[in-house]
């Protein structure tokens, strides 16, 4: 019985040391093809990343083709663009050119016919000098007979015609006679002299001076010769500066 169960007991422990031989196997060949994948994997891995290199620089070398394609581009429109400015400028100096010299020509020709003009003129002058010497002279005569028959009675060629008017004006008015005196330092009334009307502004222009509006306000109506009374020396006289007096007393004054 011993035996038996001994021999028993020792098949049982076999199958059990082949069992986990087997296991054992199974892990072992389970360790390789995981070893195997590992080594696949990073190969792929490897592979890819080689794979992903390749087609970075391949981009790589296209762009940079791609820019230095560009760059020449732009060189060559830039070249292009430089002659095109140079063509130009040659074309528009010379334009310039063309045009100083019409201009040129245009002056001296305007220079020559005013040249040829002012001589004709200053021949055409020295033929007709004497005659307008003669027309002049004449002139001067007719003007010297028109001024001699506007004189008045007891008058002088030098005599302003206005003050002529005036005198008359104040021959005229009896009913209230003006005592005339000759013009002193102390005395600063008015006398036919000095109501004169100055040369200069007897000149023609546009508006009136003070002393003409003066003279035309007295010839229509001469009541204002002894309203109007001007103190000063001649410049305020010429300057216009007029101080209105009251009217003079008709009574006399007595006589020291």
Same mark, same amino acid.
């Given at each position: 019985m011993?035996?038996?169960h001994?021999?028993?007991?020792?098949e049982?422990?076999?199958?059990?040391y082949?069992?986990?031989l087997?296991?054992?196997?199974?892990s072992?060949?389970a360790t390789e093809k995981?070893?195997?994948?590992q080594?696949?994997?990073?190969?792929a891995?490897?592979?890819g990343k080689?794979?992903?290199?390749q087609?970075l620089?391949e981009?790589?070398?296209?762009?940079?083709?791609?820019?230095?394609?560009w760059r020449?581009?732009?060189e060559?429109?830039?070249s292009k663009?430089?002659?095109t400015k140079?063509?130009l400028?040659?074309?528009k100096q010379?334009?310039?050119?063309?045009?100083n010299?019409?201009?040129?020509?245009?002056?001296?020709?305007?220079?020559i016919?005013n040249?040829?003009?002012?001589?004709?003129e200053?021949d055409?002058?020295?033929a007709?000098?004497e005659?307008?010497w003669?027309?002049?002279?004449t002139? %001067?005569?007719? &003007?010297?007979?028109? =001024?001699?028959? *506007?004189?008045?009675?007891?008058?002088? #060629? /030098?005599?302003?015609f206005?003050l002529l008017?005036?005198k008359?004006?104040l021959?005229?008015?009896?009913?209230?006679?003006?005592?005339?005196?000759?013009?002193?330092l102390?005395?600063?009334?008015?006398?036919a %002299?000095q109501w &004169?009307?100055?040369? =200069?502004?007897? *000149?023609t222009?546009s508006?009136?001076? #003070? /002393?003409?509006?003066i003279?035309k306000?007295?010839?229509?109506?001469?009541?204002?010769l002894l309203?109007i009374n001007?103190?000063?020396d001649?410049d305020?006289?010429?300057?216009?500066?007029?101080d209105?007096?009251?009217?003079?007393?008709?009574?006399?004054?007595?006589?020291?």
């Amino acid at each position: 019985m011993g035996g038996y169960h001994s021999s028993k007991d020792n098949e049982e422990q076999n199958l059990a040391y082949e069992e986990m031989l087997q296991l054992l196997n199974k892990s072992i060949e389970a360790t390789e093809k995981i070893e195997e994948l590992q080594e696949s994997r990073i190969f792929a891995q490897k592979r890819g990343k080689e794979n992903n290199l390749q087609r970075l620089g391949e981009k790589q070398v296209s762009d940079l083709q791609l820019r230095e394609d560009w760059r020449r581009k732009m060189e060559e429109e830039l070249s292009k663009i430089e002659q095109t400015k140079v063509e130009l400028e040659k074309q528009k100096q010379r334009q310039q050119e063309v045009v100083n010299q019409k201009i040129e020509e245009e002056l001296n020709r305007i220079a020559i016919e005013n040249a040829l003009k002012s001589m004709e003129e200053e021949d055409d002058g020295n033929a007709s000098k004497e005659t307008a010497w003669k027309s002049a002279g004449t002139a %001067k005569k007719e &003007a010297k007979k028109k =001024r001699g028959s *506007q004189q008045f009675p007891g008058s002088s #060629p /030098s005599t302003p015609f206005l003050l002529l008017q005036e005198k008359s004006l104040l021959t005229k008015r009896k009913e209230e006679p003006v005592d005339i005196k000759p013009a002193t330092l102390q005395s600063k009334s008015r006398t036919a %002299k000095q109501w &004169a009307i100055p040369t =200069r502004v007897l *000149q023609t222009s546009s508006e009136p001076t #003070p /002393s003409e509006a003066i003279a035309k306000k007295t010839l229509l109506d001469p009541s204002l010769l002894l309203d109007i009374n001007v103190v000063g020396d001649p410049d305020r006289v010429n300057a216009g500066e007029i101080d209105r007096m009251p009217p003079k007393s008709s009574k006399k004054k007595k006589k020291r």
